[in-house]
Structure formats: C-alpha cells, structure tokens
C-alpha cells in the first residue's frame, strides 16, 4: 500500500466470542444447485413490500422484473431464473415471528434465459441520481444483514457533504464468512463498486475495514485497490460488535454517531462489501439482485462452505448440497449465532439479507444453561458498546416499566447480545429488550389510536346533545303561531343608502301587485294545510324524535367537522315518508 | 407582644390575600386527574369496566375510589400506567370485567344486512357508514373492537374479526420465565397471575 495506513481509534466494550468461521472457509465457494422452485417474498427489504407484477401462468426470464417498489423504502423483486410463475400466495418466510408472507413462486425451466439488459460503463459521465435510480431497479439493499434499500444510502442529501465513506468488510460475528469470501474471490467487483458508490455520493475518501482475521481477503483487496487515489484498506483488531455500523464509524472516523441520528449527520456512510459487488453488476452488467453468497455452517452440516445462491432457493436444498445430517439439527439459525434468529421451519427460502444459515446441533447451543436471578455483577455494563446499562434496563423491562427503559436509553441498544453473552446468569437481556422496544412501538400507536376514539367519541356525544336542543327547538316553533308573511320579511341590512332607497321604491311598485297576489297566497296556503291534515299522523316526527337519525349519523361519521344535520335529517323524512 | 401579635397578624393578612388572589388566578378547570387516568384508558367506550365509558370509569377512578384493574381492552399495561400514575399497587385484571382478548375490528355481513341502523346507534365512535334501508359498512380505521354493536344487531350479522398480525405489526414477545426465578418474583402481576 502506497497510502499511510488508517489511523484506528476504540469503541467501548465488545467481546471476543469463538469464531468458528475456520469451517466454512476451507473450500472456496461453488454455485448452488438450481432447485426445483424458487419462492421469492416480496418483503426482503426493510419498507414496505414489494407489489407484484405479474400474474400465475406467466413465463418469466432470468433477472426479469416480477415485483415493483411500493413507496419510497421498498425494493423491486426480480426473477433469479427464467421460468414459470406457478403461485402467487402466502408462504412461510424467514422472519424470527414465524409468520406466512406473499411471495411469488417460480417454477424453473432450466434455460436459465436472461432477459435483455443494457451495460452501462460509463457511469462517470452519468448524474448521481440517475446511478441511484438504476440502483433502486435493480432491486439492491443492504447485504451486511438490514435489508435496507442501498439508493437511500446513496443518496448524501441536498446540504450534506460526504466525507468518508466506509466499506463494512468486517464481519466480525462468529461463523459467518461469507464476505470474507467474497472480498477473496471477487475484489475486483467490490472495487468497482466502490468507485460508483463515490461518484453517487461525491465522497471525498473511502476506506474499506477488514478485521484481521482474515488476511486472505485483506490481501486481495488490497491488491485490488492499490494505487486508487483516496481509496485506503484498514486492518481492524478483531472484536465483536465491530461491525455494526455505529461502532464501525467511530473505529475508522473517532466520531460517535448521535443519539438517535445517523451516520450521514456527521458526513459519513458505510455499506457493506457485498452491496458494493451487486451495485457493481447492476450499473456495469445490468444485472438486478438476484443472488448473494450465503455461508452454510454449523455442526450438523458435514461440509460447510459459502455458495452463491439464486435468492428464493429453499434452504433445505441448499444443506442437502452441503451434507447436513437433518436429525442433528436442533436449531436452524439465519444470520450469526449473535444477531441471529432461529427459523421455524428447514424449508424457508433465502431472501437478500440471508447472510448465513448455521445448522446447530445440540452440544452447540449450549441450551442447558437455565437463566438464574441477576447477582448485579456489571459485567454487562463492561461490554455495553453504546455504554448502556444493561443491568437497569433489564430490571425496568422485566416489570414492563416502559417509561423507564426509555430514560434508560432503551433505542440506542443495536441488540448486539454482548451483555447476554457475558451473563453469568444466562439471562437473555436482549429478548427483553426486544420486547420492551415492541411494547413501546405498540404503546404509541394505541395512543394514537385511542386519542382518535376519544375525539370521535367527543364530538358523538356533542352532536347526539345538538340534536336534542335542535329537536327541541323545532318542535317549540311548531306550537308556536305561525308568523305572517308580511313581518317576516328581514329589515334592509345593507348599509348602502342606494340600495335602500331602490329597494323601496320596488316594494312600493310591488305593494300593490302585492294585495291582489295575497288572496292567492292565502288560498294556495289553505289547500295546503288541508292536504296536510290528512297525511299528517303519518308522517309527523317520531322517526326523527327517536334519536341520532341514521343518515346524520353516517355523515358525521365520514366527515366530523360536517354540519349538515338538518339537511339530512330532512332526507332521512322523505325516505321515510317514500317507503310508507 | 403586642408588636409580635401585629406582626402576625398583618403577615396573615398578607398570606392570606395572596392565596386568595392565585386560587381565583390559577383556579384549574376541570379535574386534571381524570383527563390524565383518562389519556391511559384505551377509549374503546365498551363498557366493560361497568361504567358507560373511558371518562365515567376515569371519573370513577379519580372520585369513587374504582379499582385500576377493571379495563380488559387496556390489559395489564394499563394498569401498570395507571398504578405508576396514582401511585397505587398494580393489580391483576378483575376477571368479573372479562379476559384480555386479541385486538379485533367488527364485520359486517353485508348481504345479511338488514339496514336497520341499530348499530349505527350503538357504535360509540361513529364508525359504522349507512343510512336506513341502505346497506352499512364499518370504517376499519376507526372501529375500537368493543363489540357494542353486536347486540342490539336484529339479524346477527356483524362478527368481530381478529386483527390479523403480519411483519409489520409483529413484536417481540415477553421472555419465557426463567426456571431459576419462579421462587423469587418481583413483579407483582406475575405473582399473583
């Protein structure tokens, strides 16, 4: 390397759990086998899911749109392989809550037939937003393990100025290698793709960090990278959580990412290698998301390996591919064993954040440890990267003290697990705090909600009461005598003295058209009221004295601040009066 | 003596027409109280805790001494808030009040519908949509799940409908127990549960 090397600085805490990433690491990766449907979610992503475009029975070709962005944060779904739509439904996805997403499902056959793509090299030329657009497309979102789409990431904003940008080769938990292999294979892609993430965000330097337990790809890469100005490789001391993005920042930079604020707020950026390769293919290849490498490990799988895999491949093929013993998993885990989660069924597929699948036996695990009662021994606080206090946190969310946990800093935690993994007592801290962050999310949208009910539930009371005096007061104008014509009429309340005098002059003009017109009146009046009587014990008031009539009710229902009462009340008479 | 009697005397005085000046300045309208127990209660105006609404049983906690524990649709977070609000002990939920049930929405069968407008009188937060003799349907965003329009309901055509969780709405749940501190609870709720 020509440049000096990075000045490193500390983050807090952090731990050195069993790597166990020898394994996999041995044989270099090899393609997974294509299998025979691919079931593609159209939730990878964090945002909302994806839309599909296409409908069952439809034939697809490889790398072909089949599911568009919906909003803002979200990400395209695109075809791994040509093939047929065979359905479009819920299937099991893998998500730690178990639950059944839509996905779309492809039936290969076997062509493996891309779709026309354009290469495009001269991304240089080209306008940032135009580069972040073709990203979007291509369906790209964080591989380190989030999920969230890159072209966000890529974007510095209109005041921001990026200087650093970093790239996360540090995959610091145990057992996953799959950038590290990666980084050994492919450098050249990784690089690439640097270059283009630079030139979206004009940032002024780029430093990739490799944690020194793997010298192989710290070697490749900068091979790869030597001689590239403002381009520099850092050798990390290993340490878990190292590679979470906030501790990653402040190792390469010394700056501490803000409470509650991002990276960009103190000018920095950080992707992952492997995003960097996709968005190396999707601007140079044409090539959209449509498969990632993923470490398949663990005791029960015989030979572990890293495989590129088509994304929607279901991963009990993939361990078969790798000689897992099936009766020796006692857990299938997605992701490492520290941030992970374990996975309901064998037969999930792998979606764009798989990054490693560790099929566990039982001696693995550790299972056996029970949790024991708290003996405030502090170690936690020791290792707490964000210099939390686990301890306090851990005693307010077990008693569902939700307003305590947050003045405890509760939404700063990144759920690393150092704190569980020094536990004498094996508690598990972070499903607490798991738990106590849904509770709240949950809590705050209830309050929202109910606010809503009760304003509803208000303004209900207030109109039912409205209704009432209105009812009152009508039926008082009823028992009243009828006023005459003639005094009813409004004084002038126009100001203008012209108006006044023209106006009398018309009433004077009309005073005596007025006199023989009022005998016609009075007639057509008389008419009326004898009509009246006859109909009249049908259709007097009970329907509208019973209570909030229904038509009222159903306008104040869809527009609160609606005043039309009378008017409906009126409608709903003559519905009445219609159906007798 | 005298002095100190004077003395005392006017300070009284003083006193006095101070604190009768802040209580006429600053005098609060309405009870504080009740609008704070009020913001905990899930509004859903079921009626579940005996009282004909939020603001009654609110009323109730405040003034008649009501137990906290008397909200199904609040559940045990609830209680816990307004155990932290009142400085009370928190207790489990009164079953006389019915159990905690999942969250759900009311739907209306519309080909049964008779268009009787029962339920739209009943419906405490006006989300039911319908005019008599027309077909009524209820407006998902703003239905609370408290069932109050299934009774009076002459064809028995409305049904609640359990709000069904995808990945969005899904959380974390509460930790199983752990074994070693069956013994040793310091949460009351799980004590007496």
């Not at chain 1, 939404?411 to 993994?421: A, H, K, L, R």
């Not at chain 2, 905990?40 to 049983?57: D, E, H, I, N, S």
């Not at chain 2, 006006?126 to 008599?132: E, K, Q, R, V």
């Not at chain 2, 959380?171 to 013994?183: D, F, G, H, L, R």
């Amino acid at each position: 390397m020509s440049m000096a090397p990075v000045k490193l600085w500390d983050f807090h805490g952090g731990i050195h759990p069993e790597q166990n990433k020898l394994q996999s690491t041995t044989e270099p990766s090899a393609l997974a086998q294509l299998p025979k449907k691919l079931v593609l979610p159209l939730h990878q992503h964090i945002g909302e899911a994806a839309e599909p475009i296409v409908e069952i029975g439809d034939t697809v070709l490889k790398g072909q749109k089949i599911a568009n962005a919906n909003g803002y944060v979200s990400a395209p779904v695109h075809a791994p392989t040509s093939g047929k739509i065979i359905d479009i439904s819920e299937h099991p996805i893998p998500h730690p809550s178990g639950l059944s997403a839509l996905a779309i499902v492809i039936e290969p056959d076997g062509r493996d037939a891309w779709v026309e793509y354009t290469p495009d090299q001269d991304y240089s030329e080209k306008n940032p937003s135009h580069l972040r657009n073709i990203i979007r497309e291509a369906g790209i979102v964080g591989l380190g393990g989030a999920g969230f789409p890159s072209f966000i990431k890529l974007n510095p904003g209109s005041q921001k100025k990026i200087k650093t940008l970093i790239l996360n080769g540090v995959e610091c938990e145990p057992y996953i290698t799959c950038d590290d292999m990666l980084m050994r294979e492919d450098a050249h892609s990784i690089i690439e793709g640097v270059h283009i993430m630079r030139h979206a965000l004009q940032a002024e330097e780029c430093v990739i960090a490799i944690e020194d337990n793997k010298p192989e790809a710290y070697e490749s890469i900068c091979k790869a990278a030597a001689g590239i100005a403002g381009l520099r490789v850092a050798l990390v001391p290993t340490r878990y959580p190292q590679g979470s993005e906030k501790q990653l920042v402040q190792v390469i930079t010394g700056k501490e990412v803000p409470s509650n604020g991002l990276a960009l707020h103190i000018g920095v950026v950080c992707h992952n290698v492997a995003t960097a390769a996709a968005i190396y293919r999707a601007i140079h290849l044409g090539q959209p998301l449509i498969s990632r490498m993923v470490t398949i490990t663990g005791q029960a799988v015989k030979q572990p390996r890293n495989l590129e895999v088509l994304i929607g491949t279901p991963m009990d093929e993939l361990l078969q591919q790798c000689g897992a013993e099936f009766d020796q998993i006692e857990r299938l885990v997605m992701g490492g064993p520290m941030m992970g989660f374990a996975l309901h069924e064998i037969n999930l597929p792998v979606i764009k954040t798989t990054n490693c699948i560790i099929a566990a036996t039982r001696e693995e695990l550790g299972l056996d440890r029970p949790a024991m009662p708290c003996i405030r021994c502090g170690a936690c606080a020791d290792v707490c990267p964000v210099k939390l206090l686990p301890q306090q946190l851990y005693w307010h969310a077990r008693a569902k003290e939700l307003d305590k946990v947050q003045e405890y800093d509760l939404f700063d935690c990144i759920e690393c697990g150092c704190c569980s993994y020094v536990c004498p007592s094996n508690i598990p801290l972070v499903q607490y705090y798991r738990f106590a962050k849904g509770a709240i999310w949950t809590q705050e949208q209830e309050h929202k909600k109910s606010d809503q009910a009760r304003e509803r539930h208000e303004f209900r009371l207030m109109r039912i009461e409205r209704e009432k005096r209105e009812r009152e007061a009508k039926r008082a104008k009823k028992k009243a005598p009828r006023p005459k014509t003639d005094t009813a009429k409004p004084p002038p309340v126009d100001g203008a003295q012209m108006a006044d005098k023209m106006r009398q002059e018309a009433m004077a003009q009309r005073d005596s058209a007025e006199a023989a017109r009022k005998t016609e009146i009075q007639a057509a009046l008389a008419r009326v009221q004898a009509k009246k009587k006859d109909a009249a014990p049908k259709t007097d008031a009970p329907v509208a004295a019973n209570s909030p009539t229904p038509a009222a009710a159903s306008t104040q229902a869809s527009t609160p601040t609606s005043d039309s009462d009378s008017s409906a009340d009126t409608a709903t008479h003559k519905d009445h009066e219609q159906s007798q | 003596m005298l002095t100190a009697i004077l003395v005392l005397s006017a300070l009284s005085l003083v006193f006095g027409l101070i604190l009768g000046f802040a209580a006429v300045r600053f005098k609060v309208e309405g009870d504080p109280l009740v609008e704070q127990i009020d913001a905990q209660l899930p509004q859903t105006q079921c009626g579940q805790c005996g009282y004909p609404g939020c603001r009654p049983y609110a009323e109730a906690i405040a003034n008649e001494g009501a137990e906290i524990n008397q909200c199904p649709p609040g559940g045990e977070v609830t209680i816990i808030a307004l155990a932290d609000l009142l400085d009370r002990e928190p207790l489990p939920l009164n079953p006389e009040n019915g159990a905690i049930k999942p969250k759900t929405v009311a739907f209306i069968d519309e080909q049964t519908c008779i268009g009787c407008t029962l339920c739209i009188q009943a419906c405490p937060v006006d989300a039911i949509l319908g005019a008599a003799k027309q077909m009524h349907t209820i407006i998902e965003s703003e239905c609370t799940g408290c069932d109050l329009c299934l009774p009076p309901c002459p064809v028995d055509c409305i049904e609640m409908v359990e709000i069904k969780q995808d990945m969005l709405t899904w959380k974390w749940p509460y930790p199983e127990k752990p074994i070693a501190q069956k013994s040793t609870p310091d949460n009351p709720l799980e004590a007496s549960a």
